[in-house]
């Protein structure tokens, strides 16, 4: 049975699944990457989104409504006294403070999508992801208003470039998280394997439970592709592999052997 077809399978039918215990390991693993793509696809979308309007806000405020700001020693400098905090239709905040008043811990706990130019720090609060780099992380010891036009403009020239590491990374986190819960999941299994009687070994859980992720995986991918927000989702997400795990395994004949 190809990948694709094993993917439908796996979304509804126990009893298919039950029978991927005895398949290599090495397709097991290229089900995980595969099941990996498509659960990452709509959070990369939403990231995509969002760093595109963030960045066309950002480029228009830099040229239109913040005020004269210069960055020496990697330092920020304005002439005001308070900070700046100018919020955008979409929950979108753009904020510019040389004072201090503003912490990375303030931007993270108090905005949403959120770019802010603080005393010594840059810092993007993005999809509940905040990343803080300071100026001279940034080569940015000493710039003003026209060196960040031109910034803006060659972080513009490569999108891409971000939007592929960006998607490694997500990628990358999301194999890493699906290995962990796999491996959890399998130990599960030993305890249902125990009141079941099945006489299966530790790697035939472990490929069950690769399979038996893969319900909660569709529904949380289209749940994120609709932005929609799912109350108790660790909850719910585990109580639907645990189920589809002990019902996969009742499938196995007690006479089944390692």
């Given at each position: ?26 397709k097991?693993?290229v089900?995980?990457f595969?099941?990996?793509v ?10 995509v ?14 040229n ?12 920020l ?32 706990s ?22 803080t780099?300071?100026y ?16 803006l ?25 699906q ?80």
């Amino acid at each position: 049975m190809n990948i694709f077809k094993q993917f439908i399978k796996s979304i509804y039918s126990p009893k298919d699944i039950s029978t991927f215990r005895n398949q290599g390991m090495g397709k097991t693993f290229v089900y995980i990457f595969f099941l990996s793509v498509l659960s990452v696809l709509p959070l990369f979308i939403n990231f995509v989104q969002n760093f595109n309007n963030i960045y066309d806000d950002a480029v228009r405020i830099i040229n239109e409504e913040v005020p004269d700001f210069s960055i020496q020693d990697g330092k920020l400098h304005t002439d005001i006294n308070e900070p700046v905090i100018i919020e955008e239709s979409g929950n979108f905040t753009f904020i510019i403070d040389s004072t201090g008043q503003t912490t990375v811990d303030d931007v993270e706990s108090n905005y949403d999508d959120t770019l802010a130019f603080l005393e010594y720090d840059v810092v993007i609060n993005l999809n509940n992801q905040t990343q803080t780099i300071s100026y001279q992380q940034l080569g940015l010891e000493e710039m003003g208003r026209t060196e960040m036009q031109q910034f803006l403009d060659f972080v513009g020239s490569v999108k891409s470039v971000i939007y592929a590491f960006s998607f490694i990374l997500f990628y990358l986190i999301q194999v890493a998280g699906q290995i962990i819960s796999i491996t959890i999941l399998a130990l599960i299994g030993l305890i249902l394997k125990n009141a079941l009687k099945l006489n299966i070994n530790y790697g035939h859980l472990w490929k069950l439970s690769t399979y038996a992720i893969t319900l909660p995986t569709v529904f949380f991918m289209i749940m994120h592709f609709f932005h929609a927000i799912v109350p108790f989702a660790s909850l719910i997400n585990w109580t639907v592999m645990i189920i589809m795990l002990h019902l996969t395994m009742k499938e196995i004949p007690k006479t089944d052997i390692d």
